[in-house]
């Protein structure tokens, strides 16, 4: 599948994956610092932002798309960065292709698998009648009754778009994420473990990484990762402290 992506900057490859319902643009004002120092791919996993639709959705799929990608675009020890699902997907690409990237981060998720929790976001999602709203706001009043919090609903409009006829339509492939959301959800398994450097960054708000249970996991996996904390975040760590962000990654990528 050929991935949707922006590039930015030169030097030596950095390689950038969005979460569940996220795309590209989530990390377009950290990818034009990053690319001061490195040459930036900021990509569309599948079945989100302008990537490909596709029916199937699995980490083994999106670790396929993303060694197809490098290898298209010639790229030499990339470095990858991956938040909550791209996190995923690059753990696993890491694990199953160790000899393809220098160095791996890992923002917010753990390797395990997470119960469902997005029950919410889906019938938010659903609740939207595409065809009867004229303007976001109209889009964000009906989204209100499914989610509550203002920077959550934000976060998911960035998937509303106008299309040609003026219509509105869903970047995302809902249909697919909703379908496939037990695998998303899913662990990532290995019986070699990735050991170049490797740096897990979890907010200090979150709950997705709990050190007092998936340390011994993510060791297990990642014998050679540190993991850091950022104060005052949550799951959105890079969006609620951009600039701790930039700077334990920058530390991290430099080192």
């Not at 990608?69 to 470095?79: A, K, S």
């Not at 960054?201 to 904390?229: C, M, V």
Request: glycine share 8%.
């Amino acid at each position: 599948m050929e991935l949707n992506y922006k590039l930015l900057g030169e030097g030596q490859p950095l390689l950038i994956l969005h979460g569940l319902f996220g795309t590209l643009d989530n990390w377009q004002t950290l990818g034009r610092e990053f690319s001061k120092t490195f040459q930036v791919y900021l990509i569309d996993l599948r079945n989100h932002g302008r990537s490909p639709h596709s029916q199937e959705f699995s980490y083994q799929l999106m670790t396929d798309d993303l060694l197809e990608f490098i290898e298209q675009h010639q790229l030499q020890n990339p470095m990858i960065i991956g938040h909550s699902m791209g996190g995923k997907v690059a753990m696993n690409f890491a694990l199953q292709n160790p000899d393809k990237l220098s160095k791996l981060l890992v923002a917010d998720i753990a390797p395990k698998a997470y119960p469902p929790h997005h029950d919410d976001i889906i019938a938010g999602f659903r609740s939207i009648d595409l065809n009867a709203i004229q303007n976001r706001q109209e889009a964000d009043d009906q989204l209100a009754q499914k989610v509550d919090d203002v920077g959550t609903r934000m976060f998911l409009l960035k998937n509303l778009y106008r299309k040609d006829d003026n219509s509105f339509g869903w970047r995302l492939n809902l249909d697919s994420i909703e379908q496939n959301l037990d695998q998303i959800l899913g662990n990532i398994e290995s019986e070699t473990p990735f050991t170049k450097p490797t740096l897990f960054l979890r907010g200090g708000n979150s709950r997705y990484i709990k050190p007092e249970q998936d340390i011994a996991q993510i060791q297990g996996l990642f014998p050679a990762a540190k993991i850091e904390t950022i104060e005052n975040a949550g799951h959105w760590l890079h969006a609620e402290q951009p600039q701790e962000f930039y700077r334990l990654t920058m530390q991290f990528l430099q080192g």
